[in-house]
C-alpha cells in the first residue's frame, strides 16, 4: 500500500496493513508528526477488538480476510469523514468499520454482554500538575473507558496506558496536549483487558515520561 501523503497512512499502519517500505517511511515521518501520533494511537478501540477476535477464534476458522488496498484507502478516508463529525461518533463508526472490512460481514465481535458498573478512578500528581479521571465499565471484550486529563504543560503529545497485574502494557489512547490548554482532553476508548485484570492506568508523554497514575481499585 502507497500513498502520497503520509498522513493518511495513519490507519493503515495501525491495522499493521503497510508493507516494509512504506512502515519504514511512515514511522521515520511518525517521530515528527504529533498529529499522526495521536491518529495512530485513536485506532486502539478498533485494534483491540480484533484482537480479542482472533482470541475468541477457533483455530480451525480463518481470523480475517485479505483487505485490499482500494478497500484500505476508502475505508481510511471515510473514518476521516467521519472524525470530523465528532470524536465519540468516530470511535464507534471506526471499530465496527474496521471489523467488517478486514473481517468480513456478518461476524459478531465484542457482543452484546452486559457491562458490570462503571467505577470513576481520580487521581492527581502533586509534581507535574497533570489530574486524571478514569471511568472503567466491565464487559465480556474488556473495559469501556471514558477519559477526562488536565495538563497545562503542553505542548506534548501524551498517551494513556492501562497497566495488568501480570505486568503487561496496553497503550490505550493518545493525544496532544497544546501550549497554556487549561480545558479538558476528553476522549472515550477501550481496552482488552477486563477490570479485574487491570492494576492501573498511566498518562505518560510519548518518550516515556510518567505524569499521572491512577490506580484500580
Not at 481470523?63 to 467521519?82: F, I, Q
Not at 509534581?127 to 471514558?146: F, M, Q
Not at 503487561?168 to 483487558?193: E, I
Request: aromatic share 4%; glycine share 12%; proline share 4%.
Amino acid at each position: 500500500m502507497r500513498s502520497l501523503d503520509r498522513h493518511r497512512d495513519a490507519g493503515a499502519y495501525a491495522l499493521g496493513v503497510l508493507d516494509e517500505a512504506d512502515r519504514f517511511r511512515f514511522e521515520d515521518h511518525l517521530g515528527q508528526c504529533p498529529g499522526c501520533v495521536a491518529r495512530v494511537g485513536g485506532f486502539g478501540s478498533a485494534t483491540a477488538a480484533l484482537a480479542l477476535y482472533a482470541r475468541a477464534t477457533p483455530p480451525a476458522v480463518e481470523t480475517v480476510a485479505d483487505a485490499g488496498p482500494v478497500l484500505l484507502d476508502k475505508l481510511v478516508s471515510g473514518m476521516e469523514r467521519v472524525r470530523r463529525g465528532g470524536r465519540r461518533r468516530w470511535l464507534c463508526a471506526m471499530a465496527a468499520a474496521v471489523v467488517l472490512a478486514v473481517v468480513g460481514p456478518g461476524v459478531a465481535v465484542l457482543g452484546g454482554g452486559s457491562g458490570d458498573g462503571a467505577v470513576r478512578l481520580d487521581a492527581r500528581d502533586a509534581r507535574t500538575g497533570v489530574s486524571a479521571s478514569v471511568t472503567a465499565s466491565g464487559h465480556e471484550w474488556g473495559t469501556a473507558l471514558g477519559i477526562e486529563v488536565r495538563d497545562a504543560r503542553g505542548p506534548r503529545v501524551c498517551e494513556l496506558v492501562a497497566v495488568g497485574k501480570d505486568g503487561s502494557r496496553q497503550t490505550v489512547t493518545s493525544w496532544t496536549v497544546r501550549a497554556h490548554d487549561t480545558a479538558a482532553t476528553t476522549t472515550q476508548s477501550a481496552v482488552a483487558l477486563r477490570p479485574q485484570e487491570i492494576a492501573r492506568f498511566e498518562v505518560r508523554t510519548v518518550d516515556g515520561t510518567r505524569l499521572v497514575a491512577i490506580p484500580m481499585r
